[in-house]
């Protein structure tokens, strides 16, 4: 069969997924919070469907994966993993439908952070951890992970990696072997996730649930275990230690490999991306602060610039935190950070949206543009730091962005015929396709999903699969071209 390779690959990942959910598990039965069973038959039900696909798929002959199989297990992938992930909470939480589980998983191994969950104040210690910890293990990429791993087992992982991870990190390995390249970035967000967790309980979190929220930052997703969000803290330092974690997570995961293997900062210095990253995020909340002050909408500045600096972050990332309703803001600043989310992290990072890099070299082929309708003879290549932008990558980041926006006017289109008013539907739109977390309206910080219809849910949840994989990934797969032989 042309897939065996695709489903002996997916039954691997599916077993390993099981295997993490001994991680929940375990902390259930050191908390004693009455959620074993749910983990029981949820590692029960995985193991058993991995494993069943590896080995009904491996009587075939074994073959190395190519370009198309590449495409279709990463598809395949991040639409599977969140029918298991959603089990724990299916057989935990009562009256939960199978539509909502799975927005709720989707949500977390996407790095989202959209939630239709209330009472998580009360939810089983283990449920949020596994929320949580599928922040964690979606933020970098279950793929990438798996990278490290399938070469062991005779699966060679080049064409999952150039699948998954977007940007530069596609176009050259980071070490000479792509096993060698995976288990460096895990290494690397293993080092700042220790990190983050010391920094929210020197900050004055208690342990676990500094654990559980440092896997949200550094996934950049935003589940907590709070209802009122990272709000419930009302704490300058934990606000402090989120925000400087959430920038250092929303860099490209490559200049830090490079970094830390250097032991020096001149890759930080080197990456393009980086000057255009600073400068939006200062310019923004100077800006916004100043904005909010001329309609008093605090009593002082530094309260202004204590609120806009966070939500300016967070949402920009994609983390998804939020400390207060920033729904009370002028439209404006509402609809400021939203549209931050939608390019600010940077390419090869755990956020969401078109990434920093494609927004650098959009703006620098309009300004070109602009000067050849003044100079036609004159020659202005586009530049990404000391590197010319072939015109390739021109045209595909000119694609991309069309796409991009023909999804949001579409999606937006969809969810408004369904009967959601304007706002709502656009605002969860850009929120799950960009893997934001929360929107404005009905789905803002200070509600939730949970109002959706189910057919509403689908379609967000589509749509976090779609901006989880940018686009071309599941439109590759849904192209009759790629079932021609």
């Not at 610039?305 to 439209?331: C, E, K, N």
Request: with cysteine; aromatic share 12%; net charge neutral.
């Amino acid at each position: 069969m042309r897939f065996l390779p695709v489903f002996r690959a997916l039954g691997i990942i599916i077993a390993i997924f099981g295997l993490a959910m001994l991680a929940p598990l375990g902390v259930s039965l050191y908390f004693a919070d009455g959620a074993t069973g749910a983990y029981d038959e949820a590692i029960a039900l995985t193991l058993g469907c991995g494993l069943f696909l590896w080995l009904a798929a491996s009587r075939g002959e074994k073959t190395e994966l190519h370009v198309r199989d590449g495409f279709l297990l990463v598809a395949l992938t991040w639409a599977v993993l969140p029918v298991f992930g959603a089990l724990p909470l299916l057989f935990q939480i009562p009256g939960l439908s199978f539509t909502d589980a799975y927005f709720e998983a989707t949500s977390g191994l996407t790095a989202t952070g959209s939630t239709l969950l209330v009472g998580l104040d009360r939810l089983p210690i283990s449920i949020n951890f596994w929320r949580t910890f599928m922040h964690w293990l979606g933020g970098m990429g279950v793929i990438v992970l798996a990278v490290a791993i399938l070469p062991l087992l005779g699966i060679g992982g080049r064409q999952l990696f150039k699948a998954e991870v977007p940007g530069p990190m596609k176009e050259a390995s980071l070490t000479p072997r792509i096993a060698e390249t995976a288990k460096g970035l895990w290494v690397v967000y293993l080092i700042l996730s220790v990190a983050c967790t010391a920094g929210f309980i020197l900050a004055g979190m208690e342990k676990w649930e500094a654990l559980m929220h440092a896997f949200s930052v550094m996934g950049l997703g935003g589940f907590s275990t709070k209802d009122a969000s990272l709000g419930h803290f009302n704490s300058v330092a934990i606000e402090l230690v989120a925000m400087g974690f959430a920038l250092l997570s929303g860099i490209n995961y490559a200049t830090h490999f490079l970094a830390f293997r250097s032991r020096s900062l001149s890759p930080y210095r080197r990456d393009a991306e980086l000057p255009f990253y600073f400068s939006v995020m200062a310019v923004s909340i100077l800006g916004l602060t100043f904005y909010l002050m001329q309609f008093d909408v605090y009593d002082d500045a530094w309260t202004a610039l204590r609120y806009v600096a966070f939500h300016s972050i967070s949402l920009a990332t994609s983390l998804g935190f939020a400390t207060t309703d920033y729904a009370a803001w002028p439209t404006f600043g509402q609809l400021w950070i939203l549209f931050l989310g939608s390019f600010y992290a940077c390419s090869g990072s755990t956020g969401g949206g078109i990434k920093m890099m494609r927004a650098i070299i959009l703006y620098k082929q309009v300004y070109r543009e602009i000067l050849r309708a003044m100079h036609p003879r004159a020659v202005h290549p586009v530049r990404l730091g000391a590197q010319v932008v072939p015109d390739n990558v021109l045209h595909a980041v000119l694609a991309f962005s069309f796409i991009y926006m023909v999804t949001i006017v579409s999606l937006t289109l969809v969810m408004s015929a369904s009967g959601l008013e304007l706002i709502t539907a656009f605002s969860a739109v850009v929120a799950t396709l960009n893997n934001t977390g929360p929107g404005l309206g009905t789905v803002g910080p200070a509600s939730n999903f949970s109002p959706l219809s189910d057919f509403q849910t689908w379609v967000c949840s589509f749509a976090m699969i779609l901006g989880r994989l940018e686009l071309f990934t599941i439109l590759v797969v849904l192209s009759p071209a790629f079932w021609r032989k």
